[in-house]
């Protein structure tokens, strides 16, 4: 067994602790701003059902954020296969016979990480002046932000221009 075992006298104990600092955090989020904004529907789907999603489908929750919705439908399929390995997945991480090939394979998750990352700092940034301001300080943040934030364009335009091509999937 690894890890401190404790009596039931402790144990006790830290649930108490935890159900208090959960109610704290309850109240914190109840008394935020951003969250007062939301219809009671939706607050208590968050707060009740542990929605995180707000109601919001993760496909409409990441066209609001700027990605392509056919890129999100094509990462998305692209990770649960390496997450759910079929033979492709098994046989392709097999066969990339060196650190080159690998390198390839991990390219197009750490891009996705990449575009997400800046997505999500550049929206954090529109919500909290505070944040925006320091961001708007560092000037080489910012030229990375542009950086992503160009790529994400370019990559929407790629997508559409495909799509008008009659290139669904």
Same mark, same amino acid.
């Given at each position: 067994?690894?890890?401190?075992?404790?009596?039931?006298?402790?144990?006790?104990?830290?649930i108490?602790a935890?159900?208090?600092r959960i109610q704290?955090?309850d109240?914190d989020?109840?008394?935020?701003?951003?969250?007062?904004?939301?219809m009671?529907?939706v607050q208590?789907?968050?707060l009740?059902?542990?929605?995180?999603?707000m109601?919001?489908?993760?496909?409409?929750l990441?066209?609001?954020?700027?990605?392509?919705?056919k890129?999100?439908?094509d990462?998305?399929?692209?990770f649960?296969n390496?997450? *759910?390995a079929? /033979?492709?997945? &098994?046989?392709q991480?097999?066969? %990339?016979?060196?650190? #080159?090939? *690998?390198k390839? /394979?991990?390219s &197009?998750?750490i891009?996705?990480? %990449?575009l997400?990352? #800046?997505?999500?700092i550049?929206?954090y940034?529109?919500l909290?002046?505070?944040?925006?301001?320091?961001l708007?300080?560092d000037?080489e943040?910012?030229?990375l932000?542009?950086?992503w934030?160009?790529?994400?364009s370019?990559?929407g335009d790629?997508?559409?221009?495909?799509?008008s091509r009659?290139?669904?999937?």
């Open positions: 067994m690894h890890g401190t075992v404790i009596g039931r006298t402790q144990w006790q104990h830290v108490e935890d159900k208090k704290l955090l109240q989020i109840r008394a935020n701003r951003l969250f007062a904004q939301y009671k529907e208590d789907k968050v009740k059902k542990n929605d995180a999603k109601c919001f489908k993760w496909m409409d990441a066209e609001k954020s700027g990605f392509p919705r890129y999100v439908r990462m998305y399929s692209h649960c390496y997450a *759910h079929d /033979l492709v997945s &098994v046989l991480i097999h066969d %990339a016979s060196d650190a #080159g090939h *690998h390839k /394979l991990a &197009v998750a891009s996705f990480c %990449a997400l990352l #800046g997505q999500i550049a929206n940034a529109q909290f002046p505070l944040v925006d301001q320091t708007k300080a000037s943040a910012l030229a932000l542009d950086r934030k160009d790529l994400l370019r990559l790629l997508y559409e221009n495909a799509n009659g290139f669904h999937g």
